[in-house]
């Protein structure tokens, strides 16, 4: 029964149609099995770009947090180095009324004006350097005037913006923002756009008078911002009266210098002070004769 069920199976085929099945059967098996391969293929490339553009993606962000450490690592260092630099600045400073020899930094403040270039030129004459703390509102009023004290080398420093005490002292805040704006006025008049000025002086000085609390919060405040500050241990008193002589400044000059060493001289170069400019060859020649030698901030300041 079981040959004849055999037999029966194959009933109606012959030896052709039978390959003819067959190889029909094997092209399908060879096209799918190509079609898988293929696939297979396409999925591992796939998987291949796919892995090394990941692998490319974590070696960008790896680079990119290697430079932002590096760039971190640096911030933090040029902040420790700007640290380093203040307190430094400070200690000099905080000493300034201080030194074995005599020295003398003359100091004009609330300008520039037109009595400025008159100082200028005394001073190129005497082959001397001096600091002038500007007002910003002068600067921006007079910016070429600014460009010329700073590229005869002489010191640059803050004197606030308006000068008007009811809006420099209305906050602690105001303070900051008048030496702000100065600054920026000073890189713009200047050209140079990496300029600080070092020291802001207080209109007014520091110490006294009715805004003593404000200012004494704003000097905190600056010194947070690592802005010093200095005021004067002398003057002529050209901004005592109005139309002062030249025998009251020098009285003033010598009764307030006698005894010191160090010196910070205060004078102005507003537009109202052309006695001052008249004054300074003889303020210069009374300095020398008592063997003060002329310095500015920019020379023990980094």
Do not use: C
Not at 218 to 223: G, I, P, R, S, T
Not at 256 to 281: F, Q, R, W
């Amino acid at each position: 029964m079981k040959l004849k069920i055999g037999k029966n199976k194959y009933k109606g085929y012959n030896i052709y149609s039978m390959k003819k099945y067959v190889d029909k059967k094997r092209i399908i098996f060879i096209i799918l099995t190509a079609i898988l391969i293929i696939l297979t293929l396409l999925l591992i490339g796939y998987y291949t770009i796919n892995t090394i553009a990941v692998l490319k993606n974590i070696k960008n962000q790896n680079e990119q947090l290697i430079n932002l450490s590096n760039k971190f690592k640096e911030q933090e260092q040029q902040n420790q180095e700007k640290t380093q630099i203040y307190e430094e600045n400070k200690e000099q400073i905080d000493h300034i009324y201080s030194s074995e020899t005599k020295r003398v930094f003359l100091t004009f403040d609330d300008g520039p004006s037109e009595n400025t270039s008159s100082i200028l030129n005394t001073l190129e004459n005497y082959n001397l350097k001096a600091n002038f703390f500007v007002l910003g509102s002068r600067v921006e009023a007079m910016p070429e005037k600014v460009k010329e004290v700073y590229e005869k080398g002489h010191f640059i420093g803050n004197h606030g913006y308006s000068h008007v005490y009811e809006a420099i002292y209305a906050s602690p805040q105001s303070v900051l923002d008048e030496y702000n704006k100065t600054n920026e006025a000073i890189k713009k008049a200047i050209g140079n756009n990496e300029f600080n000025t070092k020291i802001f002086r207080f209109p007014g000085g520091l110490v006294g008078g009715k805004y003593a609390e404000i200012k004494n919060q704003a000097k905190q405040l600056l010194e947070e911002n690592q802005i010093l500050n200095v005021d004067w241990n002398a003057l002529t008193g050209d901004s005592e009266s109005t139309n002062p002589t030249l025998e009251k400044l020098m009285k003033n000059l010598k009764r307030t210098t006698n005894g010191k060493n160090s010196v910070i001289l205060l004078m102005h170069d507003s537009s109202a002070k052309k006695i001052t400019a008249e004054t300074l060859p003889q303020v210069i020649e009374y300095l020398k004769e008592q063997g003060y030698e002329f310095k500015t901030f920019n020379e023990i300041l980094k």
